[in-house]
């Protein structure tokens, strides 16, 4: 059922709504002016300004116009920044990111150093192909904004509590009678264990039947924490396994 599917754009818009916009849904936290809705810079797909926009919430940024991917000295400086003011930035996976936005972006975060600064999730990286190539995730991006910003963004997507929170509150999870399901577990495993959840890992997808065996080894030798990628309660080879 749609309405039972939580994905990160709509966690960072509800995110925004709780850190911006009012119990009555109008009447902003933020500045003296109640009639304005509050802006939003995105760093994203058209997918995610809409779930942002369709929360209450004006919208800047998203798929870009522009021909340019880089940006001069000289650019930067010419550049129409607009004057209003941006109340938060939120940085989802764009696979047409590039340097021009990161400038772009990095500027208006001087501007508006009050700004709320979301992170979707922090992925290192996806799988692609029976090669299993790194195709770089979300978290190269937040990182790049963080670093140049000097700013630390709040992530709503897994492995992050705050994920958790928002879907016991909109939908009544009982996280102690929940199994997690998932194919990582730097984000998945973590995100279960980090919620009070049980958690399953199933080996199609980031994590390895190999890195499992890797950890464990390491572990049982004391020479790593296994904080970050936390063990599951239980693994399966699939999710037909699971029946």
Do not use: W
């Amino acid at each position: 059922r749609v309405e039972q599917m939580v994905t990160s754009s709509y966690s960072a818009a509800r995110y925004l709504q709780r850190e911006l916009i009012g119990d009555d849904g109008n009447a902003l936290k933020i500045g003296d002016d109640k009639t304005t809705k509050p802006r939003v810079h995105v760093i994203g797909t058209a997918g995610l300004c809409a779930e942002i926009a369709s929360a209450g919430f004006e919208v800047q940024g998203g798929p870009s116009k522009e021909s340019r991917a880089g940006m001069t000295r000289e650019e930067l400086e010419s550049y129409p920044f607009p004057d209003a003011r941006v109340d938060a930035f939120v940085v989802g996976l764009d696979n047409e990111f590039n340097y021009r936005k990161l400038c772009v972006a990095n500027v208006l975060m001087q501007h508006n150093p009050e700004a709320v600064f979301v992170a979707t999730n922090e992925d290192a990286y996806d799988l692609v192909g029976v090669h299993a190539y790194h195709l770089p995730g979300n978290g190269a991006l937040v990182k790049a904004l963080e670093h140049c910003s000097g700013r630390r963004a709040v992530c709503v997507g897994k492995p992050s509590p705050l994920l958790a929170e928002l879907i016991a509150t909109d939908h009544g999870l009982d996280v102690g009678r929940t199994l997690f399901v998932g194919d990582r577990l730097d984000t998945d495993i973590r995100f279960a264990v980090e919620s009070g959840m049980e958690s399953a890992l199933v080996l199609t997808g980031c994590t390895t039947a190999e890195r499992v065996m890797e950890l464990c080894s390491e572990k049982d030798r004391g020479k790593r924490s296994t904080a970050e990628e936390p063990m599951p309660n239980v693994i399966f080879p699939h999710m037909g396994m699971m029946g």
